[in-house]
């Protein structure tokens, strides 16, 4: 890398070229391109489904080694996290899952009976109601989340709130630094982030998806009483 070359705001990338965005914690860099505002995370082939805020990626730099070189896969909180699904009585709230297959989310949803509603033709007719969802349920990245673009401006107010500032003549602001100053530090934090939680294998979760595909609504005729029982194992399916 050019001993030149500085974090640049992400506003500034070219769209839709491949440019650094952030190295990981193993030192693979993190590539992706800009489209229509939008950060995009992925190889320098092609970009990974599913668009990252501005604000996880508020910095970009030229490829090291140039855009047409070989560079190991990029990080992705989600390439290795496997799609699956989830049924439920709305879309709001998956209550059944994670399952493989949709047939599985569906036979869960139907055994439980919370799905069941009277059928909108014949109301002496019950059927379930299921909502359906493919998704990701990707571990959290603590870098993400510290804020490190608002880190100066978050500082200053704390200073503006605290004893240490003459209100008559303290007007701020006192955590001044240049844009190169301002990426260098979240890079040094999003790096210690990184480290701090790999050193610790630290894995944090949340209850709701990371990504979701595959959306439907379907209406299953039978009832639990009436689905089919499961094949034993070992037996004939």
Aim: with cysteine; aromatic share 10%.
């Amino acid at each position: 890398m050019n001993a030149t070359e500085k974090w640049q705001p992400i506003e500034s990338a070219p769209e839709g070229k491949p440019v650094l965005l952030w190295w990981t914690f193993a030192g693979k860099p993190i590539i992706g391109r800009v489209r229509g505002g939008v950060v995009w995370r992925g190889d320098i082939i092609e970009a990974i489904a599913g668009g990252e805020y501005r604000e996880n990626f508020p910095f970009w730099m030229p490829l090291p080694l140039g855009p047409d070189a070989e560079y190991p896969a990029a990080a992705s909180d989600t390439a290795d996290v496997p799609w699956q699904w989830y049924s439920g009585r709305n879309d709001e709230n998956f209550s059944f899952g994670p399952c493989d297959t949709r047939e599985e989310a569906i036979r869960l949803a139907v055994e439980d009976g919370m799905c069941e509603e009277r059928s909108a033709d014949d109301p002496e007719v019950w059927e379930n109601h299921i909502h359906l969802v493919e998704a990701q349920s990707a571990p959290l990245r603590l870098a993400d989340w510290i804020g490190t673009d608002t880190l100066l401006e978050r500082a200053d107010e704390a200073v503006a709130d605290s004893d240490r500032i003459c209100h008559e003549h303290g007007d701020g602001p006192w955590f001044e630094a240049t844009p190169e100053q301002e990426a260098d530090l979240a890079a040094r934090l999003c790096r210690a982030c990184d480290e701090w939680q790999a050193a610790h294998g630290l894995t944090f979760t949340c209850r709701t998806f990371s990504a979701t595909r595959n959306a439907e609504f379907v209406i299953v005729p039978q009832l639990r009483e009436l689905l089919p029982a499961p094949a034993a194992e070992g037996g004939d399916a």
